[in-house]
Structures are given as structure tokens and as C-alpha cells.
């Protein structure tokens, strides 16, 4: 059962780690970044709605007590992570903007201890000031910040919405079906963002050509979409839950981070994105430093089921 838990969470975090390099081919061809998260959230959305009204119905009801919930959820842990990061991404390589949404557990960390006064073991303080620690060192402070500034702004703002749905994910209970959570979350994101991206005016057209990111491979747009929304998205979320199933909250959580690192490696091989040695070194000691938070606050309650379910990442992105 645990080796089974391991698998599904490795391929699930490397099934994310398309999200973001599959989205450039949709920026690519047209699609404004807002546009190209609408058509993700709506895809997956109504593909789940679908799936689910069929092999298990019971998963869509929503307890009358949670609609609020679920308002909020698809509105920050959805709309807020997967805009922010779709948007960060056409400013900062994808790598980067996987290591701001990673962000995400040191802030958990922080809210645990400063809203809910939990006392946290000296571990987690340890690993969130390595973690800031080296996204210094991920976008060489002593520079100046060299790296685009409105980009790092909002890959931390999706990090807090993120962080967010963490927090959210610890305070439901038996009530809410996980798959459920999900596919209305998503639905209702995409419901959230319809004023934003306009649907009407997207350029559906674009979705008949290929594309080429700058630097990367030309792909048919419609082959990005589909592996975006198949893999990069209703599979990562299926696999991620199941994993978590299996999984002691601080398993799954580490293995789930492999998305930034598999981020880089999916963007270096479709679109051509390289880090430079600062980012790769500061990347893994981000990565080293939100790990030990991570474990730390697994240990200490109510943490754990703030940290069982890892986005684009879902995102996050």
C-alpha cells in the first residue's frame, strides 16, 4: 500500500509539472494568460462534473453548510492559484515561478503559529529561513533582484493562495468528498473567471494551429491543451488524492515538491528554459528548507491535513 502511495504521488507531481510549459504553447498561439487558465478550469471542470455525475454521484453533493466553503475555495484555492501562476509565468521561467508557489508550506507554517498559536518545533522556524534563505539566492538579491519584479510579486501572491488552500484543506471533514471539492472548485473557478477571461472573445481559433514558445519545440496548440487538461490536470488531481490516501502527510508532501524540479526539466526539454547556477542552487536549498517545514509541522497538530494536498500546483501551476 505505501509503495503503491509513493508511485501514484511521483507521477502525479511530475503529471503537474506539465502545467505551466503546456500552458506557453495556449500564451503561445494567442491566448491571453487569464484565457488560457479559464479554458484549463472550465476543461477540467465539466470533465470531472461529467465523470463523477456517472461513477460517483454521491461525491457531488454539497452539504448546504459547506456552500460558503466551497465558494471560497474555488475563488482562492483555485481562481487565485492557478491565475496568479498562469500570469507569473509569462514573466519568470517556469522553474521560478514553481519555487514562489512552493513558498506555500513555510507560509502555513506561519499562519499555524501567528493566527492559530500553535507551537511549532524549532524545525520548521529552521526551514523557513532556509527557505527564504535561498529564494534569495534564487533571484540573487545582491543584484538588485535581476529577476522581472512584477513576476516575483505575483508568484508569492499565488504562494499565499496556495498556502491558502492548504489551510482550507485542513478544515473539512467526512462531509466533503475530496473528487467533489475538486471538480466543483474547479468549475466554480472557471464560473469566477468568466468576467476576467471573456470567453467570447477568445481566440478559439488558435487551438487549430501549432505553436513554438521562444526557444522550445513546436507543438500542435490542440495536443498542449488536451495533455494540460488529461495529465497536467484531472490526472495529477486524481492520482495526488489517491496518493494521499496512502501516505503520512509529510511522505506525500515531499514527494509532491519533485513538481519543481520536474517543472524545470519539462520546461528546459519543451520550451527551452534554463536555470542558471544561483537558481539551481538556490532552488534546491528553497526546496530543503520548505521540506523541513513541512515535516516539522506535520508532526505537531492540526497541521497535517493543511499539508496532504500538494496543487500546481496545482497549481499548482
Known sequence: MRYAGLALAFVSSWCFAFSGPMAKYLIAAGLAPIEAVWTRMAGAGLLLVAVLAVVK?????????????????????????????????????????????????????????????????????????????????????????????????????????????????????????????????????????????????????????????????TLPVIVAYLWMLLVATVIAYILGVHAVRRLSAAVGATVASLEVIAGAVVAWALVGETLGVFQIIGGLIVLSGALLAQTATAATQPVPAALEEPIEATAQA
Open 57 to 217: 454521484p454521491q461525491a457531488l453533493r454539497i452539504p448546504r453548510s459547506r456552500l460558503p466553503f466551497f465558494g471560497l475555495y474555488a475563488v482562492m484555492a483555485v481562481a487565485g492559484v492557478q491565475a496568479l501562476y498562469f500570469v507569473a509565468i509569462t514573466r519568470l521561467p517556469v522553474g521560478i515561478a514553481l519555487l514562489l508557489e512552493f513558498m506555500a508550506p513555510v507560509m502555513v507554517v506561519a499562519w499555524v503559529r501567528l493566527v492559530r498559536k500553535v507551537r511549532l518545533a524549532r524545525a520548521a522556524y529552521i526551514g523557513a529561513v532556509v527557505a527564504v534563505v535561498g529564494l534569495g539566492i534564487v533571484v540573487e538579491a545582491w543584484q538588485g533582484l535581476r529577476l522581472d519584479a512584477l513576476g516575483l510579486l505575483l508568484g508569492l501572491l499565488a504562494g499565499a493562495c496556495c498556502a491558502g488552500y492548504f489551510i482550507m484543506n485542513d478544515s473539512f471533514g467526512d462531509d466533503v468528498d475530496p473528487l467533489g471539492l475538486i471538480a466543483w472548485g474547479m468549475t466554480g473557478a472557471a464560473v469566477v473567471l468568466i468576467p476576467f477571461a471573456r470567453p467570447w472573445d477568445i481566440p478559439w481559433d488558435a487551438f487549430t494551429v501549432s505553436a513554438t514558445p521562444e526557444g522550445g519545440l
